[in-house]
DNA sequence: ATGCGACTAAGGGGTAACCCTTAGTTTTAG
DNA sequence: CTAAAACTAAGGGTTACCCCTTAGTCGCAT
């Protein structure tokens, strides 16, 4: 007997492929939502094998879905897509426990190998950001952060804006030459790599945790 | 007659904080929720003045719950706030005719003043994230990412990923200053300043827009 | 009082990323 | 077939960031 899918995208064309796809994997399409709320209470009725879900829809994201169907206890098999890499949805899904994560450009491929081992009781995600995700692990420590000085603050949150020594040393009224000597503390502090640029780089990408500190 | 005001938060202490601050100001709080969907449904029913949303909720985030009051017309001002200074998120938010702004931090001015605005038939956002959504003039324009070759969107990938010319020359199987000429090509199609690192800087905060494109 | 940490500053040198221009070769489209 | 793009490469110069080291001043705590 074929499995049972629903699946919840925003874009009907978008909809309209994945279910011409998952028809010819052999599976059984009984839902076919562009809303959330509605894909949401269709699944809780139906309870299908499993559920395809668009992350980007009004109302109801895909991952309000997961987050609900899971609260419910309800064993569908959830699969979430998106259309761009953002790694902190991924993320997201990962800790929810989603059964599938697949990036909408590479749908075709990514379902099938997705389904394949959905039948197996495993879990698939697509390995591009699987690998994006093991690559992040320039995390955030807070630890290391809280060694800097509060000059050492200030002149980083001025990197973090792209501001040039020259810049910094004007706006916090010191020499060039200390901003440098405080630029090279913080990124042995910090432990950087001595790559050009590798302060910078460290700045912009955790800008969001240390921005709104002190 | 003091006008009526709804409120959705995550945290039960952080809503409860909110709820203090306004009726401080003279509001009269009808509701306090910590699920997105419940004060959605609550705000359909009883259709107050305002309706104070966090983003961070489970179920429905604020941007969900502002995007389906819009829709269906009802006239409650919804006043949108978030922990951090995501960018993406206000813009979509502002996108969304968004009543106001806030940021959890300066809650308690950026309230009073927004209630201010709000009683004027003004829209009110934090003036620290219309500062960087003015900053941020770098914003991703496909147009202008459509307009890179082949070879300089390859280039912009490396970029992308911290590479230095020379390291990219040797991935391209280009020469170092082949690297450059491509940079410089890049840089004046996509109007960047002559400032140092913009590139970087550009490549770093748009890598989600264009790392799987092609 | 002394000694540590924070902050300041500088000398002297290296490399990477930018600036401007010119120009040859290939590919593609009219 | 020819002209426009795209791709390649280089000459020659500036600036910014980064390296290592030394060193003075200030405030605070043992």
Redesign the interface.
Same mark, same amino acid.
């Given at each position: 007997m074929p499995k049972k899918i629903i699946i919840a995208d925003d874009h009907p064309i978008s909809g309209k492929g994945m279910e011409a796809i998952l028809k010819s994997l052999g599976l059984n399409v009984i839902g076919l939502h562009t809303n959330g709320l509605r894909a949401f209470n269709d699944i809780c009725l139906q309870k299908p094998e499993y559920a395809l879900l668009d992350m980007q829809m009004?109302?109801? @994201?895909g991952l309000?879905i997961l *987050?609900?169907i899971r609260a419910k206890n309800i064993k569908t098999k959830i699969i979430i897509y998106t259309m761009?890499?953002?790694i902190s949805i991924f993320k997201q899904a990962k800790e929810l426990h989603a059964d599938g994560y697949l990036?909408k *450009?590479f749908a075709t491929d990514d379902l099938k190998a997705c389904i394949r081992a959905l039948e197996k009781n495993e879990r698939w995600y697509n390995p591009?950001l699987l690998e994006k995700l093991n690559k992040s692990k320039t995390a955030f420590s807070s630890e290391l952060y809280n060694e800097l000085t509060l000059k050492e603050r200030a002149v980083l949150k001025c990197v973090a804006n792209?501001m @040039?020594t020259k810049e910094i040393s004007l706006e916090q009224f010191i020499s060039e030459r200390t901003v440098e000597t405080h630029r090279r503390n913080i990124r042995n502090k910090l432990n950087l790599s001595k790559?050009?640029?590798?302060l910078?780089?460290w700045a912009? *990408?955790n800008k969001?945790f240390f @921005?709104?500190m002190d």
């Amino acid at each position: 007997m074929p499995k049972k899918i629903i699946i919840a995208d925003d874009h009907p064309i978008s909809g309209k492929g994945m279910e011409a796809i998952l028809k010819s994997l052999g599976l059984n399409v009984i839902g076919l939502h562009t809303n959330g709320l509605r894909a949401f209470n269709d699944i809780c009725l139906q309870k299908p094998e499993y559920a395809l879900l668009d992350m980007q829809m009004p109302g109801m @994201s895909g991952l309000d879905i997961l *987050e609900k169907i899971r609260a419910k206890n309800i064993k569908t098999k959830i699969i979430i897509y998106t259309m761009f890499t953002d790694i902190s949805i991924f993320k997201q899904a990962k800790e929810l426990h989603a059964d599938g994560y697949l990036l909408k *450009e590479f749908a075709t491929d990514d379902l099938k190998a997705c389904i394949r081992a959905l039948e197996k009781n495993e879990r698939w995600y697509n390995p591009k950001l699987l690998e994006k995700l093991n690559k992040s692990k320039t995390a955030f420590s807070s630890e290391l952060y809280n060694e800097l000085t509060l000059k050492e603050r200030a002149v980083l949150k001025c990197v973090a804006n792209n501001m @040039s020594t020259k810049e910094i040393s004007l706006e916090q009224f010191i020499s060039e030459r200390t901003v440098e000597t405080h630029r090279r503390n913080i990124r042995n502090k910090l432990n950087l790599s001595k790559k050009n640029n590798a302060l910078l780089v460290w700045a912009l *990408e955790n800008k969001e945790f240390f @921005s709104l500190m002190d």
